[in-house]
C-alpha cells in the first residue's frame, strides 16, 4: 500500500500520470543513458585510471580520494549546488542556492536557463523531467572535482579533502557553471561551451595548478621516481572514459537528435587524430610510443572536442584533433621544461596541460568553427556562429578567451581562499612519515597483499604501555 505522506501533491491532487502528455520516452531514456555513461567515466573510469598512473604505494589513496569526491558531490548537488548552478539567478554569475528534492520540482518539466530571460530563446525544450536533468548534471559536477584531485596525489591529506570537496563545489564550480551554462553574464555574451570545455576542464586544470601549488610537491623520491604501478589497469580506465564520452558530449542537446549525432562523431574523431599525433611525436621525439603519452594524446583530444563537439563540423574535429595532438604534447613536453613557473608546481598527473591548455585551445578553436547552422539547433545566444563563418572581425574567437580567462582567475582565486581557509584548522599536507610510507600508513591498507605480504605489526598506546598487535 502506498503511503500517502510521501507521495507529491501533484500525484495527489491531479492524478498525474508517470507517462506525462510532455514526456518523450526516447529523449529520457537517452538523457538517463547519457548521465550514466558520464557517471561511469567517474566510477570506475577515473578511479582506475589514477589507481594504474601513480607509484604502488599511492595506488589506494589514490583511487579512494576519487571514489570520495565522487560520493560527497551528490548530496551537496541536491541540496544546495544544482539550483546554485542552474537556477534562479542571485548575482551575474552565480544562481541561488536551494534544494532540487522538494516533492513537484523533480517530476515537473526540464525548464532551461533561457526561460529567465528576454532576449535569449531556447534552442531546444527537453522533454524529460527535471529528475533526469539533475542526474544528468550531477556526474559533470563530480568529475570536475575528481579532475582536479589528479593534481595534488601523493601528498595531500585526505582529512583536507574531505573538507574541500563541497566547498570547492559550492564556491567555485557552480560559479563557473552558471556564469556560462546556467543563465549568467557569460552565457548571455554568447561565450559557447558545449559540453563544458571550461566549466569543467579549464576549471579543474586551473584550480588543481593552484591547488598543487599551495599543497606543495610530493617527497623528492616521489617526483624523481614515480613509475606507474600498473598500466593495463589505467589503459583499461582510459576505455571506459573515453566510450563514457559519447554520453559526456552526446547528451548535452537534451534530446537524441542531429546535432546528439554530431556531438558524438566529433568526439571520436578529434579523440582518435589527437591520439595518433601525440604518438607519432613521441616517436619521432624519444624514438619510442608511449603508452601513458597514448593516453595523454587521448585525454588532450577529449578535452577539445568538449567546447565543441555539436557546434562543428567533421573537418573541424580532425582539425582540432591535430592541434590537441600537438599543442599540448608542446608544452608539456618541451614547455614545461623551459618555463620555471611548470616547474616550480608539482602537478602530479599534468592535469593543468591535459585539461587547462587543451580546455582553452578547443574553446578557442570552437570560436572559429563553430558552424552557423549547427550553433541554431543548440546555442540559445540568436546569430551564435563562429568567426571563421562571418565577418565580425574574430569577435567570438575574443569572446572565447574572455571566457577562459574569467573561468581560470575566479578558480585560481575561489581555490586559493578555500585552502587557506581549511589550512587554519586542517594541514594540508600529510606528515613527511606518511608521505614515506603512503596507502598504509594513510588508511591502514594496502591496493596489492602479496603473498607474505598480507601480515602487518601495529603498535597502540595503552596507557604507558606501549602493545604490539599481530595482524595475519
Known sequence: MTNASVVPSAYLQGLTPAVPEWLNKGDNAWQMISGALVCMQSMPGLVIIYAGLVKKKWALNSAFMALFAFAAVMPCWVLWAYNMSFGEKLLPFWGKAGPAVSEDFLISQTILPSTQYKNITSAATPLFPMATMVFF???????????????????????????????????????????????????????????????????????????????????????EEFPPNNLLLALAGAGILWMGWTGFNGGDPFAANVDSSMAVINTHICTATSLLVWTCLDVIHFRKPSVIGAIQGMMTGLVCITPGAGLVQGWAALVMGIASGTIPWYTMTVLSKKLPLLQKVDDTLEIFQTHAVAGTLGGALTGLFAHPYLCSMFLTVPNSKGSFYGDDGGVQFWKQLVGAAFIIGWNVVATSIILNVIKLLIPLRMTDEDIKIGDDAVHGEEAYALQGQGRRDRTIQNGSCTVLIEEP
Open 137 to 223: 548534471q550531477y556526474p559533470f559536477a563530480a568529475e570536475t572535482v575528481i579532475l582536479l584531485c589528479g593534481s595534488v596525489l601523493g601528498r595531500m591529506s585526505f582529512r583536507a579533502w574531505m573538507a574541500f570537496v563541497p566547498l570547492w563545489l559550492t564556491f567555485s564550480y557552480t560559479v563557473s557553471a552558471f556564469s556560462v551554462w546556467g543563465g549568467g553574464f557569460l552565457f548571455q555574451w554568447g561565450v559557447m561551451d558545449y559540453s563544458g570545455g571550461y566549466v569543467v576542464h579549464v576549471a579543474s586544470g586551473a584550480a588543481g595548478y593552484t591547488a598543487a601549488y599551495w599543497v606543495g610537491p610530493r617527497s623528492k623520491e616521489d617526483r
